[in-house]
């Protein structure tokens, strides 16, 4: 793993432990560290950057709380969460369980535990990707070449084993496509199940796989004339 080019969101309300946990993630040579204190600000962040993973403070400021925004952000993408409280109780963990949880961190923690939450979400990550490739000749698992794996069933993009952020309409153009793959989707195909057959533009198709290509640039994806688009192993 790249430390330079994996890039951690850190949702806390508390400028201290922003700080702190910053410090911490620098000093394991992490460079690229995103900051939000609420559910919006962590929305903004991880439309425009693809995070790797999130440290998700469970009180956060707001009608939102982090488990909450935790569940939000996963609507859209697949976001391993490392939780951060103070507070060690089941009934936290419980709530928190219902989320995309890779790690909880019961504060106050030092920097050895914050390692090892990281060692430990990153070693499940690379777990889940070497599992898909064992079985990438199954309904469930596709190779798309250059070290991208779709996982049909978990409707997730892994690059270089990392998850890929992509936005709901994204992935539902993506899934079409590696459903279909090697076989033509019409326009008509993409706006009824991405758009609900709402009255869209080719331009607004287009727009949209140009933010995929822009986040999965080896795709082998190619525009049909006049008809839509066909995804190629």
Avoid at 1 to 9: D, F, P, T
Avoid at 78 to 100: H, K, Q, V
Avoid at 198 to 219: E, G, Y
């Amino acid at each position: 793993m790249n430390k330079e080019k994996y890039n951690i969101l850190v949702v806390e309300d508390e400028i201290y432990s922003i700080h702190y946990l910053r410090h911490i993630l620098e000093a394991l040579g992490y460079k690229n560290i995103y900051e939000a204190t609420s559910n919006d600000e962590a929305l903004n962040i991880v439309n425009s950057h693809n995070i790797n993973i999130v440290f998700m403070d469970i009180n956060i400021n707001g009608s939102v709380d982090g488990i909450t925004c935790a569940n939000n952000l996963n609507e859209k993408y697949f976001l391993p969460i490392i939780f951060t409280t103070a507070y060690g109780d089941s009934d936290t963990i419980t709530d928190a369980s219902d989320t995309n949880i890779f790690g909880f961190l019961v504060k106050p923690f030092e920097k050895n535990d914050v390692e090892a939450s990281l060692s430990v979400a990153n070693k499940i990550i690379k777990n889940t990707y070497n599992n898909n490739q064992t079985v990438l000749n199954t309904d469930n698992v596709i190779n798309l070449g250059n070290n991208q794996i779709y996982n049909v069933s978990k409707k997730t993009l892994s690059i270089n084993n990392n998850p890929t952020n992509l936005t709901k309409k994204e992935l539902t153009f993506l899934h079409l496509l590696c459903e279909n793959i090697d076989y033509y989707v019409s326009y008509e195909t993409l706006k009824m199940n991405i758009w609900n057959n709402k009255d869209v533009s080719n331009s607004t198709i287009r727009d949209t796989l140009l933010r995929l290509r822009k986040k999965a640039p080896l795709l082998k994806i190619e525009n049909v004339s006049n008809y839509g688009y066909i995804l190629k192993k």
